[in-house]
């Protein structure tokens, strides 16, 4: 059989078992990017010709990997913001921001750090590793999360997770430049206020502008020219509600969001920020419609077609040997930025708010690294003129790969036992309260679901 049609069948197979296998595996702690990736990395072992995976080796590979993974976070961007329903306000996002302005800088600089020190990178080459492992991954933490809209899972903590995926990539991004920025340079200079004033405060200003502008626009589009289709009818046979399917809801919001994203580009913005900003705004905008939730089912779907490709990928890189240039102390690297790094600046990031410790505890250990790393590291690769880039793709693909199996083992019961450590007040399908941030003293408002009324 011709490895062509071999991959046809592998990733046909993959499809269809995922939908199953995911919900079998939630059952049993276990997470579909473990499985998959073990899966990838047999398969690509096996002496049947199927294709040699390693951006080290290759630069075809990055320039695939980059726009795979490109494509893959942006549709992961999407679900996301649509599934953000907690109105914009400092207030409303407050634990949010000490997760950007603090644990973000502090975990690039520690990971550069720890790249320069003990693996004796180049400056360039340990901020370049510094970035690509900074951010959570918005692609393999689907499992800590809010849940679609209209469903029942809104604790802050998934609430959180989920907000600083979408947004610390419109701060991995600038470093990364400044990684690039840094090729052959041997002293801070007049590059690096070039850096900051571009790089830095225009691409962000200019992904937020562009990204609120779009999104803008699409709301006022669907729910102003298009009707707001109910999720479903009347079957007149059974009498009784049935689902009803349409793709014209996702098809705009994918349209729209992709419009952000390389507008964006075009203002020389950074489009994920775009996007995810794009993404909340629409949501922003009748905020309890069922076209987000048609709209999120129809994202989500692209993004878990995208995603079994990329975990099998992932897996055949692994086989590829992309850890052949791993080292202990890169190694150790990984598991720092795992156990103690993030954990650390986590901790003292959401220090600042009112969130109590079991809270803060799990968003600071759940900062999953995943595919927006080996996007960030195989776009440095493809723009700059780094050294030792092996080794960082070798300690890159280990921390990934640990935290595949790290995460994917412990978030389930982590998040099981902060939701459950915590009491809801449930109120229609959406709105809840969670005694663990209201206080005696506070006045708590509750609207009802489909009414408007507030008690």
Sequence with gaps: MEPRILMFVLFGLALVLSVGLERTLARRYLSLPIVYVALGWALFSLPVGLPHINPVMDGFDAVSLEYVTEFIVIASLMGAGIAIDRPVSWTNWRQIWPLLVIAMPLTIAAVALLGWWALGLAPATAILLGASLAPTDPVLARSVQVGPPGENQRHDVRFSLTVEAGLNDGLAFPFTYLAIAAVGMTAIGGWTLEWFAIDFVWRILAGCVVGWLVGRAGAWYVFEREADAPIEEIDEDSERAAPKYSTSEGLIVLGTLLTAYGLAELAEGYGFLAVFVGAVTARQRENKSRYHKISHHFID???????????????????????????????????????????????????????????????????????????????????????????????????????????????????????????????????????????????????????????
């Design 301 to 455: 779907q692209i993004e878990k077609i995208v995603l079994v490709g990329v975990l099998l990928a992932f897996g055949a890189m692994l086989a590829g040997g992309v850890l052949a240039n791993l080292t202990w102390a890169g190694a150790a690297i990984g598991l720092a930025l795992i156990f103690v790094i993030r954990p650390l600046a986590g901790l003292l990031s959401e220090s600042l708010c009112d969130l109590p410790f079991p809270g803060r505890l799990a968003i600071a250990f759940l900062g999953i690294r995943g595919m927006g790393s080996i996007y960030y590291l195989a776009y440095g690769q493809n723009h700059g003129d780094f050294g030792d880039l092996d080794q960082a793709w070798a300690v890159a693909s280990f921390t990934i790969l640990a935290s595949i199996v790290i995460h994917g083992m412990t978030a389930a019961r982590l998040m099981k036992f902060v939701e459950d450590g915590s009491h809801h007040i449930h109120v229609g399908q959406q709105s809840h309260v969670d005694d663990w941030y209201a206080k005696p003293s506070d006045t708590v408002a509750i609207e009802v679901e489909g009414t408007g009324a507030k008690s």
